[in-house]
Every structure is written in C-alpha cells, then in structure tokens.
C-alpha cells in the first residue's frame, strides 16, 4: 500500500512520550508498506537526524517552527473558536508540499499521528478527492482534551480559563476527527472511556504501547552497585507533570525516606530541567543530572523506580522501560492507569505522600522482594508490551473503512465523477476492538 504518515513532530530521535510511539509505528508501516512521511520539527536539534529519517521513508517532507513565534497563533485561534493546539501545529508550507505528493498521485491510506494533524486532511485540496476514498487512520494516543481538563484543575486564576478554553474546543474537534476518520486509535482502554462523546463508538480502536525488549533489558548495563540508597525517576524535565511530580515527591516524601535512611539519593534523570527542577538539585540528596545519552545506566543503578505524577494521561513510557529493566516501580494511581499488571506483585501503587514514602522505605530494606517484583514486572513487559505485536493490530485498520465514511464517500463520489466509492467496510477482529 501506499501510505501517508503526518506527525506533528519528527518521529526521531525515540527519546520521549510521543516520538517513542510515532517512531515504532513509522518503523513497523515503513517495513510493510511505501510510506511518505510529512512532519513538523520544533526542536532545532532534531533537524540533525533528517537523514536518519530519509533513509526509513520513501519520500519525506518536513517544515521547522519556532514555538515561541507561534504563540502568535493562539489569539486568532481564539477569535475564530478554534483550538490553539491545531493552529500551532498547522503549517501553510508543509501543507503545500502534501498535496504536491498527491498531485503526483492517490494514496491508499493517511495515517495521523496526534490530533492537529488532521487538519493537514481537512485543508487539503484533495480533501474531497483521492483524500475521501483513502483509509483515514488517527492515532490520538492520549485524548488530549481530557489533559487540557487537568491543567485547567490545576492551573493558576491566569491559566486556568486558557486551559478550558482548549478542552472545550479540542473536545469538539476530537468529535469532528470521529466522524471524519475511519478509525480513531488510542493508547489504552481508559483513554478510550474518556473520549468525548462516548468512549465506546464502533470507530475507536485501543492500541497499547510497547517496549524495545532487546534495548530495555536488565542484562544490557552493567554498572557498579551505588554506594547510597538510589531512588530514580525519569522523564522530559520541561514537561509540566513530570515537573509536578518529582517536585511533590522532593517536597512530600524525600524527607520522610531521608529521616528513616539517611543516605538516600534522587536522581532525577532528563533533558531540559526548568529552573524549578535545577533548585532541586541544590538539596542534600538529590542530583539532576539534565539530558543523558543513556536512560539505561541510571535505571541499572536504582534501587526504586518511580513515577509521582498527579496529572497523567495514557500509558507513561518511563513506567514500561523501569519494569522492562527488571525493576520495582512505585507509582501513583494517574501514572499506573492503562498499564496491565498486577499490583503488589509486578508493580506498587500508592495513593498520597504517606503511603508512597512507606511502600519506597520497604523496598529499599528489601532486597528480595526487590528483586521479585523486578523480575515478574519485567516478564509482564514480555508479555503484554512487545511493539511488533502491539501494532499488527494496524494491518486490520489499512483495510477497514467505517461505513459512515464509505456511505459519506460513495454520496461525494457520484457528485464528483466517482472519485470516492470502495468496498463495504470488513469488521475487525476482537483483538482490534479491544
């Protein structure tokens, strides 16, 4: 088949929430099928591994934007009630090099990676021609407007209306990518009870995360045992949840573990600490150690993993590579939820500062059950998180058109010369549904 792949950011390199998911599902396409990728890069650092990325597609088609610049974009969004995220994420000249593509001819499927870039199909000029009769896929992976509800929970008096504001619009617009796209993906079965409108619509698909078994396995760092108690978290440092988290867990329950074992030590491991993240690291006790080239080698060296965040949507990634480590992870219930495994026995979840510092001082004077819990949390990955078998799902969805669009598009192709039309739509497998 012939695919298109939109994202809204450039699937490499795989370091983070979102790039983890597009890269694997590009590199499982790409493998199978003639994919063009067209994407958007708004970290100047990453125009450094186009290549990387050109040698994985057929063709690719990329445009950087400047984040900061684009904040611009926000006020006419507002005053023309569209979401802030779709126009910052839209670009005229990106959108001009797609439909030159398919100027040169159709494609069988376009595949959407996050939500704004469905507007790439909405204003496309093929929009009502080769654009109806292909197969329309979003991957939305978390419903982001169930996350902008959060911020706005939690947000200052400033921020907070700017917060419902994008709810309210990307809800509507999470509703419009429903009736248009033939299947809508997300990460897991929450996600899909929280979509707006009713999470249990014919056209809305779960599909899990995974993990890279080979790279993410305990055998593949060796490093020397610390010298202190070492409890670690991972994750972007200029993302608002992770930034959330570790703080409350430096301020709540570091001191609580510090008076039982004096020589405990947080690692809070990844790029881009805010100056509130750096702060942290001018206590007794707690290193930032800001971007590293290897996650793996803080992960070999703790005695806990954890994952503090009180704001969370799908599947946290950092969750996943602790347990495909062989490593006990305490977690609260946001970021455990839509991770299959059992608590107590393959994972811990622990509900406020109290019971998060017990169950962390137990397992630090525990080495057996440490280690248990590691090894069963890194067989529950085997099982359930393996990406190729995650993502087979997607050879049923290259084949599925909804038939709400194949009725939609049979009615625009008698009106267009027959442009639209195609067969009635198979029904998926129960693993598809699921």
Same mark, same amino acid.
């Given at each position: 088949?012939?695919? %298109?792949?939109?994202?809204?950011?450039?699937?490499?390199?795989?370091?983070?929430?979102? =790039?983890?998911?597009? +890269?694997?599902?590009?590199?499982?396409?790409?493998?199978? *099928?003639?994919?063009?990728?067209?994407?958007?890069?708004?970290?100047?650092?990453?125009?450094?591994?186009?290549?990387?990325?050109? #040698?994985?597609?057929?063709?690719?088609?990329?445009?950087?934007?400047?984040?900061?610049?684009?904040?611009?974009?926000?006020?006419?969004?507002?005053?023309?009630?569209?979401?802030?995220?779709?126009?910052?994420?839209?670009?005229?000249?990106?959108?001009?090099?797609? @439909?030159?593509?398919?100027?040169?001819?159709?494609?069988?499927?376009?595949?959407?990676?996050?939500?704004?870039?469905?507007?790439?199909?909405?204003?496309?000029? *093929?929009? =009502?021609?080769?654009?109806?009769?292909?197969?329309?896929? &979003?991957?939305?992976?978390? #419903?982001?407007?169930? =996350?902008?509800?959060?911020?706005?929970?939690?947000?200052?008096?400033?921020?907070?209306?700017?917060?419902?504001?994008?709810?309210?619009?990307?809800?509507?617009?999470?509703?419009?990518?429903?009736?248009?796209?033939?299947?809508?993906?997300?990460?897991?079965? /929450?996600?899909?009870?929280?979509?707006?409108?009713?999470? %249990?619509?014919?056209?809305?698909?779960? $599909?899990?995360?995974?993990?890279?078994?080979? +790279?993410?396995?305990?055998?593949?760092?060796?490093?020397?045992?610390?010298?202190?108690?070492?409890?670690? +978290?991972?994750? &972007?440092?200029?993302?608002?949840?992770?930034? @959330?988290?570790?703080?409350?867990?430096?301020?709540?329950?570091?001191?609580?573990?510090?008076?039982?074992?004096?020589?405990?030590?947080?690692?809070? $491991?990844?790029?881009?600490?805010?100056?509130?993240?750096?702060?942290?690291?001018?206590?007794?006790? $707690?290193?930032?150690?800001?971007?590293?080239?290897?996650?793996?080698?803080?992960?070999?060296?703790?005695?806990?993993?954890?994952?503090?965040?009180?704001?969370?949507?799908?599947?946290?990634?950092?969750?996943?590579?602790?347990?495909? &480590?062989?490593?006990?992870?305490?977690?609260?219930?946001?970021? +455990?939820?839509?991770?299959?495994?059992?608590?107590?026995?393959?994972?811990?979840?622990?509900?406020?500062?109290?019971?998060?510092?017990?169950?962390?001082?137990?397992?630090?004077?525990?080495?057996?059950?440490?280690?248990?819990?590691? /090894?069963?949390?890194?067989?529950?990955?085997?099982?359930?998180?393996?990406?190729?078998?995650?993502?087979?799902?997607?050879?049923?969805?290259?084949?599925?058109?909804?038939?709400?669009?194949?009725?939609?598009?049979? /009615?625009?192709?008698? =009106?267009?010369?027959?442009?639209?039309?195609?067969?009635?739509?198979?029904?998926?497998?129960?693993?598809?549904?699921?």
């Amino acid at each position: 088949m012939r695919l %298109l792949f939109l994202a809204h950011r450039i699937p490499y390199p795989p370091n983070k929430g979102d =790039k983890i998911r597009s +890269f694997h599902l590009l590199d499982y396409l790409a493998r199978r *099928h003639e994919l063009h990728l067209a994407c958007l890069v708004d970290d100047p650092e990453d125009m450094s591994y186009l290549p990387e990325m050109a #040698v994985r597609v057929c063709s690719l088609m990329v445009e950087q934007i400047r984040p900061r610049a684009r904040k611009a974009l926000a006020l006419g969004a507002v005053l023309a009630g569209r979401p802030i995220t779709v126009a910052h994420f839209h670009s005229r000249a990106l959108q001009a090099k797609m @439909d030159v593509l398919l100027d040169k001819g159709a494609v069988d499927a376009v595949i959407c990676f996050s939500s704004p870039m469905a507007e790439y199909v909405f204003r496309s000029r *093929h929009a =009502k021609g080769s654009l109806a009769s292909a197969v329309r896929l &979003m991957d939305l992976i978390d #419903v982001d407007s169930r =996350k902008w509800e959060q911020y706005a929970a939690n947000a200052s008096a400033l921020l907070a209306p700017i917060y419902r504001y994008e709810a309210h619009h990307l809800a509507a617009y999470e509703r419009r990518i429903a009736a248009s796209f033939d299947r809508v993906v997300v990460v897991s079965e /929450q996600e899909m009870s929280l979509f707006p409108g009713g999470g %249990l619509a014919e056209n809305i698909v779960a $599909v899990s995360n995974g993990v890279d078994l080979e +790279f993410f396995r305990p055998e593949a760092c060796a490093v020397e045992a610390p010298a202190r108690h070492t409890v670690v +978290f991972t994750g &972007m440092m200029d993302y608002w949840p992770n930034v @959330d988290g570790v703080t409350w867990f430096a301020n709540a329950v570091l001191p609580t573990l510090q008076v039982a074992i004096p020589d405990v030590e947080l690692l809070i $491991v990844g790029g881009r600490p805010t100056r509130e993240v750096q702060r942290l690291g001018e206590r007794d006790g $707690v290193k930032v150690t800001g971007f590293v080239r290897d996650v793996r080698e803080y992960l070999a060296r703790a005695h806990v993993c954890i994952a503090p965040l009180r704001v969370a949507r799908g599947i946290q990634n950092k969750v996943l590579e602790a347990m495909a &480590m062989g490593k006990v992870v305490v977690s609260t219930p946001e970021a +455990f939820e839509g991770i299959r495994a059992v608590v107590g026995e393959e994972i811990v979840v622990a509900d406020g500062a109290e019971p998060f510092a017990e169950h962390v001082l137990a397992l630090l004077r525990d080495p057996t059950r440490r280690r248990e819990i590691g /090894q069963k949390a890194r067989a529950r990955v085997v099982a359930d998180y393996a990406w190729e078998a995650n993502l087979r799902i997607f050879d049923e969805l290259l084949a599925v058109r909804s038939e709400a669009r194949v009725s939609a598009a049979v /009615q625009g192709g008698a =009106k267009t010369g027959g442009l639209a039309g195609g067969p009635e739509a198979p029904r998926l497998s129960a693993r598809a549904r699921r």
